[in-house]
């Protein structure tokens, strides 16, 4: 796999090319689409958990970071119970044209809090990408997530401030969520519109809409339908993404 090395600028751009990056619903916070997840409740002041999960693509904001292959995850989260909480996830990804068999890791660090009936959540991700260090950047995130009619409703931002490996530029995503059980059952469906623009995109909008059924015994299963209004890399078209999770 080739990827470009002739300056900062140049690699950002390559990048956008390659991977799609049109940023990678959660992941950003809260709608890093594959970062999605339940934290049980925590039993101590401590509370340690993790997750393994397998998905039939890596979409993150819309588009295809694994070039359309499969994508395996794993992360371990470490909560304390004034709010604060960090946590570490891993993925395969694709850096370049061909096959998704780089590694991309993501460091969170952050602080959850109820106020009323209302959530709060406030961070900062460091995405990185093994043997390709000229990749890696920051993020900043908030959100703020209550109750309405039954459905969990999240509203929330995503900015990553101008930094060498963007190109110079800053870039924004602002994103609604909802999840909504069905009943007593153990099905839910959900839906994510984003609004992203800046170093990653212009303009372009994405979302999911998706159903979902917990399993028992710490396995979930889902399936989305993904899309963007700009597939502008040929990577963010329409598609159905099948994933499988466990929790423990």
């Avoid at 984003?194 to 809409?209: N, P």
Wanted: negative net charge.
């Amino acid at each position: 796999m080739q990827i470009e090395h002739e300056g900062n600028n140049m690699k950002f751009k390559s990048f956008l090319a390659a991977a799609a990056m049109a940023a990678p619903l959660a992941a950003m916070p809260g709608v890093a689409y594959a970062q999605d997840g339940e934290a049980e409740e925590a039993s101590g002041p401590i509370d340690i958990s993790a997750e393994v999960a397998v998905l039939s693509d890596y979409r993150f904001r819309g588009l295809s970071l694994s070039a359309g292959e499969p994508e395996l995850t794993a992360s371990i989260s470490v909560e304390h119970e004034s709010g604060l909480y960090a946590s570490v996830w891993a993925s395969n990804v694709s850096l370049g044209l061909g096959s998704s068999d780089d590694l991309e890791m993501d460091w969170t660090a952050g602080f959850s809090k109820d106020v009323g009936s209302v959530n709060v959540d406030v961070g900062a991700i460091y995405y990185s990408y093994l043997g390709h260090r000229d990749f890696n950047y920051i993020e900043g995130f908030g959100s703020v997530g209550t109750t309405v009619g039954g459905a969990e409703v999240r509203v929330g931002v995503a900015y990553a401030p101008k930094q060498d490996n963007l190109g110079g530029q800053d870039n924004t995503y602002v994103y609604i969520s909802g999840d909504m059980p069905i009943g007593k059952s153990p099905f839910s469906v959900h839906g994510t519109f984003g609004y992203e623009h800046g170093a990653f995109a212009q303009h372009k909008k994405d979302w999911i809409l998706g159903a979902s059924v917990d399993l028992g015994g710490g396995l979930s299963a889902s399936l989305d339908y993904v899309d963007t209004a700009h597939d502008f890399t040929g990577l963010g078209g329409p598609t159905a993404v099948a994933s499988l999770k466990f929790g423990f």
